[in-house]
C-alpha cells in the first residue's frame, strides 16, 4: 500500500507551517551553540541536538492541541494528528531519506507494522530537514514516506506570506518501480 | 612641525602621490594643467618645480604642499611574493607600493613621540642556522609567547603586542594578501589587504609572520613561500590541538570546525592532508566538493581583526600631545580630510557657534 501523497499532504496540511517554523527554530537554537562546543560536534551530534530542539518545540506547539497528540516511545519522538498521521523527525537527505542505522522499531515504524500507541491506521510520514552543504542553513523542510531507508514520496513544504504549501520533489523513477524501494531494497510488506 | 627639513622638491614623493591616486603622468597633466613634459622632467630631477606649479601638482593630486618637500626615499617591495607581484598589473603594484610607503613615513612619523613597551618582540630564526622546521618554529613561538593550546585568538593583537604595527589597506586586488617587512628603526609593518574574508586576514597574517620570523635574508621566493605557508599552518592549527578537530573531515563538520578554530574551510582541509589524516584520493574529492560548493565564498564570516597600535598613536597624539586634526594632518603631510579617511576613527574637530 503506497499511500496517496495528494491526501496525506491534505490531512497534514494543518501542521505544516508549525512544523516548518519549528525546524526553523531548532536549527536557529543549534546555530546559538558556542563554535568552541559545535566544533566538537559530527553530524551525527549535530542532528541529534538539532532534533531535540525540535522536539521541545514541537511540544511548545502541538501539546494540548486538539486532535494532536505527542507519543515518546523509545527513541520515538512522534506527533499523531487525527488518528490519521504521525510524523517523526529527522534530518533527511535532498529526496527526503533518512541515514541512521535503523533499529528494529524503527524498520517497523517505516514499514507501517503495528507498534504499541499508535493507530494502525495511521499513515507514518518523516517530517525533516535538508540542512545545506556545509550544514550552516536549512535547504528546504521535506515530509516524505519513508520505505525502509528509501521513501515512496517525498514533499517539500514551503511558507510564503504565512502560508504553507507544498511540491512534489518524489524522484523520478522507471515505469512499473514506483512502489518499489529503488534503492534496490525489496518493497515493505503490504506495499 | 611636520617633516619638511629643506625646501628641496623630491622627485620621489611626486612618484608615490601620483601612484597613490593610480594617475599616469597623463593624467596628472589633464588635472593639473602642468605640461607632461615639465612633469617628467621633474620627476627625473632634472628641474625644480616653480612655486606656482607645486601648487597646482599637489591640488590636482590632493596632498598637501608639505608632502612633496619630504626627504624621504621610497622604499620598493619586500623580497617575498615575488611571484604573486608578477601577476599584479603595474599600475596596481604602483599604488599599493605607494600607499605602503606613505603609510611607513607615517609610522615613522607618528613613533616619534609614541613608545610602547613590548615585552617579547618578534623575534627571528634561521632556519639553515638552527636545523628547525617552519613547524618547529611555529611550536616554538607559541611557546615564547606563551599562547595556549587550540586556536590563536586574535593574531592581530598578537604581533601588535610583540611590537609589530598591523594596517589595513585597500589593495584593490586579490591577487595579494599582505606585505611585511622590518625597516630600519621601524617596527615591524604587515600590511594586509582589507578586502578579503577574516579567516584567510588571519591565515595570511600568519604567513607574514613566518617571514618576517624566518626569512631574514632572502632566499628563494617558492621555497619561502612555501615555508611561509607551513608556518602559518602549524601556528595557527598545531597538529596536536588540530587533530581531533579533523578525525571526520567531511565539509558539513568541517564548516563548525571553521567557526572555532577560525581558519578557511581551506585551510583545513589542506591541513588534515598534510597531517595525513586523509588520503591523496580523499584530499581531491573534498576539493572537487570545496570549489562545487563554495565558488561564491565559504560559509561562516570570521570577523576582521581590528588593529589598535596605530590608532592608539594617533590617539596620543591629539589626547595626550594636544595635537589638533590640522596638526596631525600637517605632521602626516596629508590634507585633513585624506587624514580622517585614513585614521578613520581621529575625531574631527567642529566649530560650535552660539
Known amino acids: 500500500m503506497i499511500e496517496d501523497q495528494n491526501r496525506c499532504m ?70 499523531l494528528h487525527r488518528d490519521e498521521l504521525v510524523f517523526r523527525f529527522k534530518k533527511v537527505d535532498g529526496a527526503g531519506r533518512h541515514r541512521n542505522y535503523q533499529t528494529q522499531q524503527q524498520e517497523d515504524f517505516d514499514d507501517q507494522l503495528p507498534l504499541p500507541e499508535l493507530p494502525p491506521e495511521a499513515v507514518r510520514l518523516t517530517s525533516g530537514y535538508q540542512p545545506d552543504f556545509a550544514g550552516q542553513s536549512i535547504e528546504r523542510i521535506i515530509v516524505a514516506r519513508p520505505i525502509r531507508r528509501s521513501i515512496a514520496w517525498a514533499a517539500q513544504v514551503n511558507v510564503t506570506d504565512g502560508a504553507a504549501s507544498w511540491v512534489d520533489i518524489t524522484p523520478a523513477r522507471l515505469p ?13 510488506p503490504g506495499d | 612641525m611636520h617633516q619638511v627639513t629643506n625646501e628641496r622638491f ?38 625644480q618645480p616653480s612655486e606656482e606649479v607645486v601648487e597646482k601638482i599637489a591640488a590636482a593630486l590632493r596632498f598637501p604642499r608639505a608632502f612633496f618637500f619630504q626627504q624621504e626615499r621610497a622604499m620598493g617591495f619586500p623580497p617575498f611574493h615575488y611571484r604573486k607581484r608578477t601577476r599584479l598589473g603595474a599600475k596596481a603594484l604602483a599604488r599599493i607600493n605607494a600607499s605602503m610607503n606613505i603609510r611607513r613615513q607615517h609610522v615613522a612619523k607618528l613613533m616619534r613621540s609614541y613608545e610602547r613597551e613590548v615585552l617579547k618582540p618578534i623575534p627571528q630564526y634561521d632556519l639553515d642556522e638552527t636545523g628547525l622546521t617552519p613547524e618547529r618554529v611555529a611550536e616554538r613561538l607559541r611557546a615564547y609567547w606563551m599562547l595556549p593550546r587550540g586556536p590563536v585568538d586574535n593574531i592581530v593583537d598578537l604581533i601588535e603586542r610583540a611590537g609589530g604595527i598591523v594596517i589595513p589597506v585597500r589593495f584593490g586586488t586579490d591577487l595579494l594578501d599582505a606585505i611585511s617587512f622590518r625597516a630600519e628603526g621601524l617596527p615591524p609593518l604587515f600590511f594586509v589587504n582589507k578586502d578579503i574574508p577574516g579567516d584567510r586576514y588571519r591565515f595570511s597574517l600568519a604567513h607574514e609572520l613566518g617571514h618576517i620570523v624566518m626569512h631574514n635574508i632572502p632566499a628563494d621566493d617558492q621555497k619561502m613561500e612555501a615555508e611561509a605557508d607551513r608556518f602559518a599552518a602549524a601556528f595557527l592549527m598545531p597538529a596536536q590541538d588540530v587533530r581531533p578537530y579533523l578525525n571526520t573531515v567531511k565539509i558539513s563538520t568541517l564548516a563548525r570546525v571553521k567557526a572555532f578554530w577560525k581558519v578557511s574551510i581551506k585551510a583545513l582541509i589542506k591541513r588534515a592532508h598534510d597531517l595525513k589524516l586523509i588520503t591523496d584520493h580523499y584530499y ?19 570577523p576582521l581583526e581590528q588593529p589598535s597600535a596605530l590608532k592608539n598613536a594617533v590617539k596620543y597624539h591629539m589626547q595626550n600631545l594636544g595635537y589638533s586634526i590640522r596638526d596631525l594632518a600637517a605632521m602626516l603631510c596629508l590634507t585633513e580630510d585624506d587624514a580622517q579617511l585614513v585614521y578613520g576613527d581621529v575625531p574631527r574637530l567642529r566649530l560650535i557657534s552660539s
Not at chain 1, 512499473?176 to 518493497?187: A, F, I, N, P
Not at chain 2, 581531491?284 to 570570521?302: D, W
Open chain 1, 10 to 79: 491534505a490531512l497534514a496540511e494543518p501542521l505544516l507551517q508549525d512544523v516548518h517554523d519549528a525546524w526553523h527554530h531548532a536549527f536557529g537554537e543549534y546555530l546559538k551553540y558556542p563554535a568552541e562546543f559545535t566544533a566538537e560536534h559530527d553530524d551525527t551530534t549535530a542532528a541529534n541536538c538539532i532534533r531535540s530542539h525540535m522536539w521541545k518545540e514541537v511540544t511548545r506547539r502541538f501539546a494540548g492541541r486538539k486532535r494532536c497528540k505527542l507519543i515518546r516511545m523509545r527513541g520515538l519522538n512522534l506527533l
Open chain 1, 176 to 188: 512499473g518501480t514506483e512502489h518499489m524501494d529503488y534503492r534496490g531494497r525489496k518493497s515493505a
Open chain 2, 10 to 47: 623630491n622627485p620621489d614623493m611626486l612618484r608615490l602621490a601620483r601612484d597613490a591616486r593610480e594617475a599616469t603622468q597623463e593624467d596628472l597633466a589633464n588635472w593639473s594643467g602642468v605640461t607632461q613634459a615639465l612633469i617628467s622632467k621633474v620627476e627625473n630631477g632634472l628641474t
Open chain 2, 284 to 302: 581531491k574529492v573534498l576539493n572537487i566538493q570545496y570549489n562545487k560548493s563554495f565558488a561564491q565564498g565559504e560559509p561562516i564570516v570570521i
